[in-house]
Nanobody, 122 residues
């Protein structure tokens, strides 16, 4: 079975930085667009960013533009999310996902990790 495992979450103060990683196994990694979503308590899962198969194209939610950077290392089967200038509103469980193309809706993705908690304190 395909497995996506996120890591790098934790507690950080507002204005700080954090880098999330998602390692994929049993997946033809370079054939998939990889994305990050997040879900805050009481809210729906929200799109954050995606990066296309070879890393040539990226797309971000307006709420994170200029602060977050998505990247991938196909040799390591890993996608990253560098988060800078973190805000309390960024607090959520962050999930990585794999899908056939670049979409900003969660229903277009086929595989999901279990998530990693990011908490931003004020």
């Amino acid at each position: 079975q395909v497995m996506l495992v996120e890591s790098g979450g934790g507690l950080v103060q507002a204005g700080g930085s954090l880098r999330l990683s998602c390692a994929a196994s049993r997946l033809t990694f370079s054939s998939y667009t990889m994305a990050w979503f997040r879900q805050a308590p009481g809210k729906e899962r929200q799109f954050v960013a995606f990066v296309t198969r070879s890393g040539g194209s990226t797309y971000y939610a307006d709420s994170v533009k200029g602060r977050f950077t998505i990247s991938r290392d196909n040799a390591k089967n890993t996608v990253y999310l560098q988060m800078n200038s973190l805000k309390p509103d960024d607090t959520a469980v962050y999930y990585c996902a794999a899908g056939p193309r670049g979409y900003d809706t969660d229903r277009q993705y086929d595989y999901w990790g279990q998530g990693t908690q990011v908490t931003v304190s004020s």
